[in-house]
């Protein structure tokens, strides 16, 4: 292995310019070798910048439908002898993949001391802590996810590709959804499913059963759908997604009572109180044993910075892997920077930006819940509107949906007139029409329309479900 000295008496840096000159002449020899490599070693990874150039116009050639050779390479190389001396030195085209991963292999360590240099030059300005700690994994997570570190610009046609392929699974699936299934049909059908680097925020009064609504899509999500019996007995998985749930209000033990009770049919404030039957108690019983191996992963901790969430994601992400993030609750969250300390419409801003960064980074959807101002309380018709975000019009900025949990039956039972008044005839009827009931506003949907669509809600399962339709 070769290696260049740096400046200052310093290592030399990992490189292997005997394993780039002899892909390189696998290349100019047999074009089929430059295929075997493309898919995952770029110009950048060359140490040499002769050999970018070299690796560059062969590229540019091969993906014009042309030969790359030394013939056809010296209008654009200006030493033919190093061409044609690449190719002597060639040897079999079943060594190309072997010496692409050897140079990828030396540029991500490249990449790795030229991050390590800037997190130490950082780390003497004067930039608070938590945020370069914030940037430094966010970078070192790219690195060893992606191996993407300073990919830059796409083209066109890459992110066509990627598009065609998100269309023709939508079209392969049942329901046509092109995104993560909630298990509610009519907000699946509606919304198109959770879209990977969508930030969704899930907002309402308290008690409209935003947590429960988050929980329930957290564990559908989860959940390993199974299907029919396969020839060797086991279960055929038909769906399943990892999902991360930071409960900043409520611990992991009350979520998962909550889980249990919705999954058992056993009302949840008779479990806590222990104020159940025998046969209850198996049912419980079975039911966790059930369930117990669902990929649902809960961070209690409360009072989490948005960049502490943004490193224990990718580091679920990392460990198990990660299809949907949910947060209980956005306003629980707070901000890293002393701007953002100042006041908190600044706060919520840096929160909802890098929440939504964080989608993008991770490509997953973040499913955020919220709470509204008071404001709908003072109106005849208490459903929420999107200037009823409380704090700050950012969350309506930087969110792609804003779904309103709003039910009617909350408010009805308030406004409960005397028996022997006029009203309460009419108000009996109008609470056996709505109970049970729950309507899901879509006020926002960057990528379709916005509307409503019905869910039954069993209060005391805290479980939101399909409509039964006649």
Not at 252 to 266: H, K, M
Not at 424 to 448: D, M, N, P, S, Y
Request: with cysteine; aromatic share 6%; glycine share 8%.
């Amino acid at each position: 292995m070769t290696v260049v000295p740096l400046r200052d008496g310093q290592r030399n840096l990992p490189q292997n310019l005997d394993a780039e000159r002899a892909l390189l002449g696998l290349i100019l020899l047999n074009n089929d070798a430059y295929y075997r490599v493309s898919q995952f070693l770029a110009t950048g990874h060359f140490f040499s910048p002769r050999h970018q150039e070299i690796y560059e116009r062969a590229a540019q050639l091969i993906g014009a439908g042309k030969t790359a050779s030394p013939v056809t390479m010296r209008g654009f190389i200006q030493e033919p002898d190093f061409l044609d001396n690449l190719v002597a030195s060639a040897t079999t085209i079943l060594n190309a993949t072997e010496y692409g991963t050897l140079i990828q292999e030396l540029a991500q360590k490249r990449a790795l001391i030229a991050l390590s240099q800037n997190m130490a030059d950082a780390a003497y300005g004067p930039d608070d802590a938590a945020n370069q700690i914030d940037e430094a994994e966010r970078e070192l997570y790219a690195l060893a996810e992606t191996n993407k570190y300073g990919a830059g610009f796409q083209t066109f046609k890459s992110a066509l590709t990627s598009a065609m392929d998100m269309a023709g699974k939508a079209y392969q699936r049942d329901g046509g959804l092109s995104g993560l299934a909630t298990g509610l049909i009519d907000l699946d059908q509606f919304v198109g499913g959770m879209q990977p680097s969508d930030l969704i925020i899930v907002a309402g009064r308290p008690g409209m059963g935003k947590t429960a609504l988050a929980s329930n899509i957290a564990f559908n999500v989860a959940r390993v759908w199974q299907g029919e019996v396969q020839p060797d007995g086991r279960l055929k998985t038909v769906n399943g997604g990892r999902v991360g749930f930071f409960s900043l209000e409520m611990s992991a033990e009350q979520l998962a009572t909550r889980i249990v009770s919705e999954q058992s049919g056993v009302p949840s404030s008779k479990i806590r109180r222990g104020k159940i039957t025998q046969e209850q108690f198996e049912q419980i019983a079975q039911t966790s044993a059930l369930i117990e191996t669902t990929p649902l992963y809960i961070d209690e901790c409360g009072g989490l910075t948005v960049a502490q969430i943004a490193a224990r994601a990718r580091r679920l992400k990392r460990t198990y892997g990660l299809d949907l993030l949910v947060i209980d609750y956005l306003q629980l969250i707070t901000g890293t920077t002393r701007r953002s300390n100042e006041n908190r419409v600044n706060e919520i801003t840096e929160i909802t930006q890098k929440l939504k960064a964080l989608a993008k980074e991770l490509a997953v959807p973040i499913l955020a819940l919220a709470q509204l101002s008071r404001a709908v309380e003072s109106r005849e018709d208490k459903r929420p509107q999107l200037p009823d975000l409380r704090e700050s019009g950012s969350i309506e900025q930087d969110a792609d949906v804003v779904l309103f949990v709003f039910r009617e039956e909350y408010y009805h039972k308030i406004k409960k007139p005397r028996q022997n008044s006029d009203k309460f005839a009419a108000w009996v009827v109008l609470g056996e029409q709505i109970a049970g009931k729950a309507e899901i506003i879509i006020a926002k949907h960057r990528h379709g329309p916005v509307g409503t669509v019905e869910l039954q809600f069993e209060a005391t399962l805290t479980r939101f479900d399909n409509l039964a339709r006649e």
